[in-house]
């Protein structure tokens, strides 16, 4: 009965099968926006479901409603797409979907279906016989088999420990894990604690050697990856046939062990023999593998708390824009607007466009009578480019603008930002986003371009000061390219040291970074050099807890000397000493 949904001014809220099973016994016709739990509905379609409701007038034959895909068993194929989708459904029988938020195509599908109503119930004409069309596509199958597969997942933690990460060997191991076929679930970068490693590894604490064990796990940067044995759908590459007529290249070490793996019958062992498969490949005593269920529950407990939801998750980074005008006169709104919209703002920079950056990001427009004005215009100012992130966050991001010009903004979606943010200097929305996952990559990579630094944690840092530090540099945003613990020698001091060798305090320094080992990383990002060194705060602690108090230095320096890190202070400096301290430092 009506009585039992929850009515909106609009849209009749449907959210679980029941609700989907009444809302079939309308008359007439139901346009149903099908939405995912982590969007919501289509808020820029509903000025124009309302219009239609206004002007049609049609209230016993027009219905519309909301859909939660995620709750109702007939909508489980639009499970986890990103795209909006909207069903048309004629006394009760589904006869029509339209993907993505096209207004005029539905608007004009609507007004046609409510005509037909009209002539039917007036004896005009008689009722089409529509096919029913099927709501399981030809992924479904697969879909519902990868979700049931992936419930099922027996993960495996791989421990790629610090004289790999430091060789360089890293990369290759992560490669040869994934051409075989494993799934790399998740990853974490991190320098083990005395105390995760004696936890980690307590079935072998009795052995003579532990200390030692321990000394070199805590030494260095170490990478904790998830792995998952994957399923029939992630084929190792080497499984395709040879092209008829070609001749085979010879096989190369991993294609021979995983064609061998991969034979009839043997799938399953090639499944459970991440271990061997290592061993074969000669970079076992690289790499500790953690098959056991308890034991791999600690390592989830610990470093991946999160991963269920992050595996129901699509995080996404895309590139936005805020083009001059909009940027100058209503910066803190865009960015208010962003925010509310669960958006992370991962990078953010003020820049002026070169005629040719311009011209490739209006590119939609190249054909329209105002394109010269448009990139004079885009040259003429400051722009605000930003990383964001979020769950679907490119789709999410592009449904937000709405339109590229006003006019259709204003016309079919008066909610979007391109309605809410129009200015009167050009007709085109005054917000970009990239347009697919490799564009924004490759936008973001020219935008901001990655940048390695030095950093050092001075040897009077405690552990767990040093783990504290650790911290702040991920949530800052930083990858640690590379980190290792080192006795730093007079003449690495001094490489490092350089511009203060003179100074009368540079024994104390010396004898000061003698007293225990360092901690040395490479830090990356964009703007690396400036931002570590923000982060880092004032020289001087206390003058740090006054200007920066939520700095390095500012929560962990005693005295100017024992500030606790150090960090270069230009880019050349910085790829200086990198290439000094470490071997193959780019090959991280």
Same mark, same amino acid.
């Given at each position: 009965?009506?009585?039992?949904?929850?009515?909106?001014?609009?849209?009749?809220?449907?959210?679980?099968?029941?609700?989907?099973?009444?809302?079939?016994?309308?008359?007439?016709?139901?346009?149903?926006?099908?939405?995912?739990?982590?969007?919501?509905?289509?808020?820029?379609?509903?000025?124009?479901?309302?219009?239609?409701?206004?002007?049609?007038?049609?209230?016993?034959?027009?219905?519309?409603?909301?859909?939660?895909?995620?709750?109702?068993?007939?909508?489980?194929?639009?499970?986890?797409?990103?795209?909006?989708?909207?069903?048309?459904?004629?006394?009760?029988?589904?006869?029509?979907?339209?993907?993505?938020?096209?207004?005029?195509?539905?608007?004009?599908?609507?007004?046609?279906?409510?005509?037909?109503?009209?002539?039917?119930?007036?004896?005009?004409?008689?009722?089409?016989?529509?096919?029913?069309?099927?709501?399981?596509?030809?992924?479904?199958?697969?879909?519902?088999?990868?979700?049931?597969?992936?419930?099922?997942?027996?993960?495996?933690?791989?421990?790629?420990?610090?004289?790999?990460?430091?060789?360089?060997?890293?990369?290759?191991?992560?490669?040869?894990?994934?051409?075989?076929?494993?799934?790399?679930?998740?990853?974490?970068?991190?320098?083990?604690?005395?105390?995760?490693?004696?936890?980690?590894?307590?079935?072998?604490?009795?052995?003579?050697?532990?200390?030692?064990?321990?000394?070199?796990?805590?030494?260095?940067?170490?990478?904790?990856?998830?792995?998952?044995?994957?399923?029939?759908?992630?084929?190792?590459?080497?499984?395709?046939?040879?092209?008829?007529?070609?001749?085979?290249?010879?096989?190369?070490?991993?294609?021979?062990?995983?064609?061998?793996?991969?034979?009839?019958?043997?799938?399953?062992?090639?499944?459970?023999?991440?271990?061997?498969?290592?061993?074969?490949? *000669?970079?076992?005593?690289?790499?500790?593998?953690?098959?056991?269920?308890?034991?791999?529950?600690?390592?989830?407990?610990?470093?991946?708390?999160?991963?269920?939801?992050?595996?129901?998750?699509?995080?996404?980074?895309?590139?936005?824009?805020?083009?001059?005008?909009?940027?100058?006169?209503?910066?803190?709104?865009?960015?208010?607007?962003?925010?509310?919209?669960?958006?992370?703002?991962?990078?953010?920079?003020?820049?002026?466009?070169?005629?040719?950056?311009?011209?490739?990001?209006?590119?939609?427009?190249?054909?329209?009578?105002?394109?010269?004005?448009?990139?004079?215009?885009?040259?003429?100012?400051?722009?605000?480019?930003?990383?964001?992130?979020?769950?679907?966050?490119?789709?999410?991001?592009?449904?937000?603008?709405?339109?590229?010009?006003?006019?259709?903004?204003?016309?079919?979606?008066?909610?979007?930002?391109?309605?809410?943010?129009?200015?009167?200097?050009?007709?085109?929305?005054?917000?970009?986003?990239?347009?697919?996952?490799?564009?924004?990559?490759?936008?973001?990579? *020219?935008?901001?371009?990655?940048?390695?630094?030095?950093?050092?944690?001075?040897?009077?840092?405690?552990?767990?000061?040093?783990?504290?530090?650790?911290?702040?540099?991920?949530?800052?945003?930083?990858?640690?390219?590379?980190?290792?613990?080192?006795?730093?020698?007079?003449?690495?001091?001094?490489?490092?040291?350089?511009?203060?060798?003179?100074?009368?305090?540079?024994?104390?320094?010396?004898?000061?970074?003698?007293?225990?080992?360092?901690?040395?990383?490479?830090?990356?990002?964009?703007?690396?050099?400036?931002?570590?060194?923000?982060?880092?705060?004032?020289?001087?602690?206390?003058?740090?807890?006054?200007?920066?108090?939520?700095?390095?230095?500012?929560?962990?320096?005693?005295?100017?000397?024992?500030?606790?890190? *150090?960090?270069?202070?230009?880019?050349?400096?910085?790829?200086?000493?990198?290439?000094?301290?470490?071997?193959?430092?780019?090959?991280?």
């Amino acid at each position: 009965m009506a009585s039992k949904k929850r009515e909106v001014q609009l849209q009749t809220v449907i959210n679980n099968q029941s609700l989907w099973d009444e809302m079939l016994q309308n008359k007439g016709l139901t346009v149903i926006d099908v939405y995912q739990a982590w969007c919501g509905p289509c808020k820029a379609m509903q000025p124009l479901f309302r219009k239609l409701k206004n002007e049609l007038n049609e209230d016993e034959i027009l219905h519309f409603a909301v859909a939660e895909a995620d709750n109702i068993v007939t909508l489980q194929p639009f499970r986890d797409k990103c795209e909006p989708v909207f069903l048309f459904s004629v006394n009760g029988k589904i006869i029509a979907k339209i993907q993505g938020a096209n207004a005029p195509l539905v608007n004009k599908k609507v007004i046609n279906l409510i005509n037909e109503e009209r002539k039917i119930a007036a004896g005009e004409m008689a009722r089409p016989q529509y096919p029913e069309i099927p709501l399981v596509d030809s992924d479904s199958e697969v879909s519902e088999e990868t979700s049931y597969e992936s419930d099922q997942d027996l993960f495996s933690i791989a421990i790629i420990k610090p004289d790999a990460v430091i060789s360089g060997k890293g990369l290759e191991i992560k490669r040869k894990i994934t051409t075989a076929g494993f799934i790399i679930e998740a990853e974490h970068k991190t320098v083990l604690t005395e105390e995760q490693v004696v936890n980690f590894y307590s079935q072998i604490a009795d052995q003579p050697d532990f200390e030692e064990f321990v000394s070199f796990m805590t030494s260095g940067l170490s990478y904790i990856l998830v792995v998952s044995q994957g399923s029939k759908h992630n084929t190792p590459p080497e499984e395709t046939e040879p092209q008829p007529d070609m001749e085979p290249n010879k096989p190369s070490e991993d294609q021979c062990e995983v064609e061998a793996e991969v034979t009839p019958g043997m799938m399953k062992k090639k499944r459970d023999s991440l271990q061997e498969y290592l061993e074969r490949q *000669h970079v076992a005593q690289f790499c500790d593998i953690e098959e056991n269920a308890t034991n791999v529950s600690k390592f989830l407990d610990t470093f991946f708390p999160d991963l269920k939801k992050k595996k129901s998750m699509k995080l996404e980074k895309t590139l936005a824009l805020l083009r001059p005008n909009l940027f100058h006169e209503r910066k803190d709104d865009v960015l208010r607007t962003i925010r509310d919209e669960d958006f992370k703002i991962l990078e953010q920079r003020q820049l002026v466009l070169s005629e040719k950056e311009a011209q490739a990001l209006c590119k939609g427009y190249e054909n329209e009578d105002y394109f010269n004005k448009l990139i004079e215009n885009m040259t003429s100012g400051p722009s605000l480019a930003l990383v964001l992130l979020r769950d679907n966050g490119l789709q999410y991001w592009k449904q937000l603008l709405g339109p590229r010009t006003v006019e259709e903004a204003v016309e079919y979606f008066p909610e979007s930002l391109c309605a809410q943010f129009a200015m009167d200097s050009l007709p085109v929305n005054q917000l970009y986003g990239s347009d697919s996952l490799e564009t924004a990559e490759r936008e973001i990579q *020219h935008f901001f371009p990655l940048q390695s630094t030095l950093g050092l944690i001075k040897p009077h840092a405690t552990s767990e000061q040093r783990e504290k530090i650790l911290n702040m540099i991920k949530e800052a945003g930083f990858d640690l390219t590379q980190v290792k613990k080192m006795f730093l020698t007079p003449e690495q001091i001094e490489n490092i040291y350089q511009k203060i060798t003179g100074k009368d305090f540079y024994k104390d320094l010396l004898e000061m970074l003698s007293e225990g080992p360092s901690t040395v990383m490479i830090l990356t990002k964009w703007n690396a050099v400036a931002e570590w060194r923000r982060l880092m705060g004032p020289t001087d602690p206390e003058e740090a807890k006054v200007l920066s108090p939520d700095s390095i230095r500012a929560r962990f320096g005693i005295s100017k000397l024992k500030n606790v890190v *150090h960090g270069a202070s230009n880019a050349y400096e910085a790829k200086e000493v990198v290439n000094r301290l470490f071997e193959n430092p780019e090959d991280n």
